[in-house]
T-cell receptor, first 114, second 113 residues
Framework: NAGVMQNPRHLVRRRGQEARLRCSPMKGHSHVYWYRQLPEEGLKFMVYLQKENIIDESGMPKERFSAEFPKEGPSILRIQQVVRGDSAAYFC????????????FGDGTRLSIL | GESVGLHLPTLSVQEGDNSIINCAYSNSASDYFIWYKQESGKGPQFIIDIRSNMDKRQGQRVTVLLNKTVKHLSLQIAATQPGDSAVYFCAEKDRRGYNKLIFGAGTRLAVHP
């Protein structure tokens, strides 16, 4: 009865490298969301995806960030050419289809940029 | 800025007492609200949700109240336990948009024996 699974739990990258964060939704969930959290702050929405479709990317930075949720496999949040300001906890959530369905979160990936 | 905010950043209570965590929102188009609990090093854990056509909903030891007139949301925890110590977030969803949640800054609940 696995919940939302994220990996890796911790990721260290040097400036200029690429970071790939993975998220497997809960069984039966077809909607995936990515959020970012800085220390002592609330979560900030980044992107909302369904299988093979980006539904809302209004919270994604215009450059260096991309997300996908392929037909097979986990959702991927990709950050190219990372900078120190990308250091944060990145959380994935999933939900069933339809309006007003609760989003259930994974335990996040803590990204540190050296 | 954020449309969801909290009155108190930190709340200290005695074990066994009832806790009330408050949240104000400004978006009259919000139609769905969720309370989450986040422990250190973990992701937000769903506690309870409420739709805008309701004003009260109860779960196990928790009650959420929604006052749309003053745009106020509260989470009541009965008989607070040490395991309830965490940061609590309210989140809202705008009915005109997609499913993205807007989170408040959080309230830290500290339960003392």
């Amino acid at each position: 009865n696995a919940g939302v699974m994220q990996n890796p739990r911790h990721l260290v990258r040097r400036r200029g490298q690429e970071a790939r964060l993975r998220c497997s939704p809960m069984k039966g969930h077809s909607h995936v969301y990515w959020y970012r959290q800085l220390p002592e702050e609330g979560l900030k929405f980044m992107v909302y995806l369904q299988k093979e479709n980006i539904i809302d990317e209004s919270g994604m930075p215009k450059e260096r960030f991309s997300a996908e949720f392929p037909k097979e496999g986990p959702s991927i949040l990709r950050i190219q050419q990372v900078v120190r300001g990308d250091s944060a906890a990145y959380f994935c959530a999933s939900s069933r289809g339809g309006d007003n369905q609760p989003q259930h979160f994974g335990d996040g990936t803590r990204l540190s940029i050296l | 800025g954020e449309s969801v905010g909290l009155h108190l950043p930190t709340l200290s209570v005695q074990e066994g007492d009832n806790s009330i965590i408050n949240c104000a929102y400004s978006n009259s188009a919000s139609d769905y609200f969720i309370w989450y609990k986040q422990e250190s090093g973990k992701g937000p854990q769903f506690i309870i949700d409420i739709r805008s056509n309701m004003d009260k909903r109860q779960g196990q030891r928790v009650t959420v109240l929604l006052n749309k007139t003053v745009k106020h949301l509260s989470l009541q925890i009965a008989a607070t336990q040490p395991g309830d110590s965490a940061v609590y977030f309210c989140a809202e969803k705008d009915r005109r948009g997609y499913n993205k949640l807007i989170f408040g800054a959080g309230t830290r609940l500290a339960v003392h024996p």
